[in-house]
């Protein structure tokens, strides 16, 4: 299967609690619900393309939480985002929980690395993660994710977690996809390219 992750983010990087004002406020974090104002058609025509390729979901701790305690209350049999979520297989990375209830849960605390690889080694159409900041940051620093689905909103926050915060293993990437939407948002799709190359303007030349 590929991974792919999408996520939600400021335009200066911000990716936390884009939702609700309570989805996460660690930190004194006080702009929950930014996402909410540039919500469109293209963000549900995008999100439903995307999910109807699932054959599973991968997932931090905090965003398992989050989704367990909504999608479940939705039984709408025409809501497909609801239906995948609710019908196909989850993996949960945590090393504070101790169980998981929602349906067809599975719960990883050990090995995380070597159990993702495996489960990418799965055959399949994606394994997708939506948010999980934390996981998402390790997976790509060791080249997990096949495809990255970011969506930049208009708006600068000036606090908040970040996905690609320092540190990030270094990494170019192709961009496949982009597009504006009617709200202002650009949806970039990127897939990753290997390492960075380098240059210098003043020489004309490009290095390894």
């Known amino acids: 299967m590929r991974i792919t992750l999408a996520t939600f983010q400021s335009l200066d990087g911000v990716v936390q609690a884009p939702g609700t004002p309570l989805e996460d406020?660690?930190?004194g974090f006080e702009h929950g619900g930014w996402q909410f104002p540039y919500a469109d058609e293209d963000l549900g025509t995008y999100s439903s393309k995307w999910f109807a390729e699932a054959d599973g979901f991968l997932l931090g701790r905090r965003t398992y939480e989050i989704f367990a305690n909504y999608w479940p209350t939705v039984t709408d049999e025409n809501n497909l985002i609801a239906a995948r979520l609710n019908a196909l297989p989850k993996y949960v990375?945590?090393?504070t929980l101790n169980s998981v209830e929602w349906h067809n849960?599975?719960?990883i605390t050990s090995a995380v690395?070597?159990?993702i690889a495996e489960l990418k080694a799965r055959p399949g159409r994606e394994l997708q993660i939506h948010g999980s900041g934390v996981l998402a940051r390790s997976l790509l620093d060791h080249g997990l994710i096949d495809e990255l689905r970011l969506w930049?909103?208009?708006v600068v926050l000036g606090t908040g977690k970040r996905l690609?915060?320092?540190g990030r293993a270094a990494t170019a990437l192709r961009l496949v996809e982009s597009k504006a939407t009617s709200s202002?948002?650009?949806l970039s799709v990127y897939q990753p390219a290997g390492r960075p190359t380098y240059g210098d303007f003043t020489k004309g030349t490009a290095t390894p």
């Open 25 to 27: 406020t660690s930190d």
């Open 113 to 115: 690395l070597e159990k």
């Open 184 to 186: 202002g948002c650009v």
């Open 105 to 107: 849960t599975t719960l």
């Open 152 to 154: 930049t909103y208009p």
């Open 93 to 95: 990375v945590s090393a």
């Open 164 to 166: 690609l915060e320092p």
